[in-house]
Nanobody
Framework: QVQLVESGGGSVQAGGSLRLSCVASGYTNSRGCMGWFRQTPGKARDGVATIYTSVGNPYYADSVKGRFTISQDNAKNTLYLQMDSLKPEDTAMYYC???????????????WGKGTLVNISS
């Protein structure tokens, strides 16, 4: 059974930084696609970043390019999202997701965590 557990959310002021972590169990993230998504109330869940963990080629939403960095530690089965220069519009519930095999943009994720809340104040 695959489980993804996120942590690292919190409240910071605009311009600050946060680092999210996602620990995977029941899933070997050395050869699969993992990513981060976010959702605000009443809106659809949007992709933030994905990475094909065996190669390490990241893919970002335009809204976070240059500010967010996705990375993984395969030995720890952990995915990270370093978020810098945070803006109030980054406020959302952030979800970790995974699928086996290649990444296809933000599509086709099979496994989801329960989320961690990020709140950015102006």
């Amino acid at each position: 059974q695959v489980q993804l557990v996120e942590s690292g959310g919190g409240s910071v002021q605009a311009g600050g930084s946060l680092r999210l972590s996602c620990v995977a169990s029941g899933y070997t993230n050395s050869r699969g696609c993992m990513g981060w998504f976010r959702q605000t109330p009443g809106k659809a869940r949007d992709g933030v970043a994905t990475i094909y963990t065996s190669v390490g080629n990241p893919y970002y939403a335009d809204s976070v390019k240059g500010r967010f960095t996705i990375s993984q530690d395969n030995a720890k089965n952990t995915l990270y999202l370093q978020m810098d220069s945070l803006k109030p519009e980054d406020t959302a519930m952030y979800y970790c997701a995974a699928r086996r095999g290649y990444c296809f943009g933000f599509s086709g994720m099979a496994y989801w965590g329960k989320g961690t809340l990020v709140n950015i104040s102006s």
